[in-house]
Structure formats: structure tokens, C-alpha cells
């Protein structure tokens, strides 16, 4: 069912179950989230950049105001929850709002294996990562946003898995990306470490061939 939500365009990317802090300073920005507060109804993250406003976005709740300020700045923690398609951008407040519809998956779970495959690669990052590195999340559905929410993967990355409507795809998409970035954190390691014994440095086609990565 069509709903009218205030729009908070920024230049990253919200996925649902993702937990993101916002310092609101702007009048109009302020304005909205007394709207939001007062109403108990969500805004709409959407990224926003040289391509100008993306269709797709995510409904963000927010969960606390950490804190107020006299001069109506305000600390807050918001979550990501639905994936939405704006209709119909309008400009009725200092903010802008639109009336948005939410977009389901097809299907809304993955095959076991694809989810496996994930969190297999999910698992093999982190082992690359410091010791704050984030717990794997539980399968089910939507674990391509689980995973992403717990992995910078940038805002484009991000935004073309918000617009993807079959979670079997996300999936192969995020292991894909997940087995990149620890493929490049391997070679970047063990080039610094060879360089640093014999100050020979192979191409890093050789040292993958050699390491047997992907």
C-alpha cells in the first residue's frame, strides 16, 4: 500500500537490519524528524549523488535519540527495515517527501547451498579481519542484506544490491564480493611480508596462483 514518507537523501546506501547514527543539523532535517517522532513513522534513506536521487531506498526507524540539543541539532540511531520504490517525489515541507510503495523479493529465501556459499566467504573475510571483526549472521531470509550491513562493500555496490530483487542473486553477488576483498587482503599481506624477508615481489597473478585463491 502507497505511503507518504518524509525523504532523508544522502550519499550512502541503508539496507534493512542495518543499524546507522545520523548528527541532524539542518532546520529542515530537524523538522522532519519531529515529524517522525511525533507521527512514530519512519523516513526514507535514499542515495543521492552525481546521478542525482535513485528510485529505491530504504525505510529507516529510528530506534533512539541519543541526544538533543538546545539549538535543535539532535544524535540519533536509526535501522534500515523495508525496501521501497518512490512513486512520487514531493515538496511540501522545508524536507521532501514521497509517496513510496515496498518491494518484495522473488523469492524471499535462498536455495541452502547459495547461503552456505556465503557465509562460507562471510567466514573466510573475517578470519582476514582484527579481532573487532563482526559475528557471522544466522541464515534465512534476507542474509545478503545481513552480510552487507556487517561489510562495507561501497555505495554502489550497495545501491545495485537494494535494486535487486531476487535474494539468489544478491547472494552470488555478495559471496563474489566478500571472496574479492579477502582475495585482496591475502595478496596484500603476503606481498608486504615477502618484501619485507627477500624483497623479491611476485605479480600478484603468481602469488594467487601459488596461495590457490580464487
Do not use: W
Not at 58 to 75: K, Q, Y
Not at 111 to 126: H, K, N, V
Amino acid at each position: 500500500m502507497p505511503r507518504d514518507l518524509p525523504l532523508f537523501p544522502l550519499e550512502l546506501v541503508l539496507v534493512p537490519g542495518e543499524p546507522l547514527p545520523l548528527h541532524i543539523f539542518e532546520p529542515r532535517y530537524q523538522e522532519l524528524l519531529d515529524r517522525c517522532i511525533d507521527a512514530d513513522e519512519p523516513f526514507v534513506l535514499v542515495l543521492q549523488d552525481e546521478e542525482g536521487l535513485r528510485e529505491t531506498g530504504c525505510t529507516a526507524e529510528i530506534t533512539d535519540v541519543l541526544e538533543r540539543f538546545p539549538d535543535g541539532r539532535s544524535n540519533i540511531v536509526s535501522m534500515g527495515r523495508e525496501v521501497v520504490r518512490l512513486e512520487r517525489v514531493h515538496d511540501e515541507h522545508a524536507y521532501r517527501s514521497a509517496v513510496v510503495t515496498t518491494v518484495e523479493d522473488d523469492p524471499a529465501e535462498a536455495p541452502e547451498s547459495a547461503q552456505t556459499a556465503a557465509l562460507e566467504a562471510f567466514t573466510r573475510l573475517i578470519a582476514e579481519l582484527p579481532e573487532q571483526a563482526p559475528d557471522a549472521p544466522e541464515p534465512g531470509p534476507g542474509l545478503s542484506y545481513a552480510l552487507v550491513a556487517r561489510i562495507d562493500l561501497g555505495v554502489e555496490a550497495k545501491q545495485d544490491l537494494l535494486e535487486e530483487r531476487d535474494e539468489s542473486r544478491r547472494l552470488e553477488i555478495v559471496t563474489g564480493l566478500l571472496t574479492e576483498i579477502r582475495r585482496g587482503l591475502v595478496l596484500t599481506r603476503e606481498t608486504q611480508e615477502r618484501a619485507r624477508r627477500n624483497g623479491r615481489v611476485r605479480t600478484p597473478e603468481e602469488l594467487a596462483a601459488e596461495l590457490g585463491l580464487e
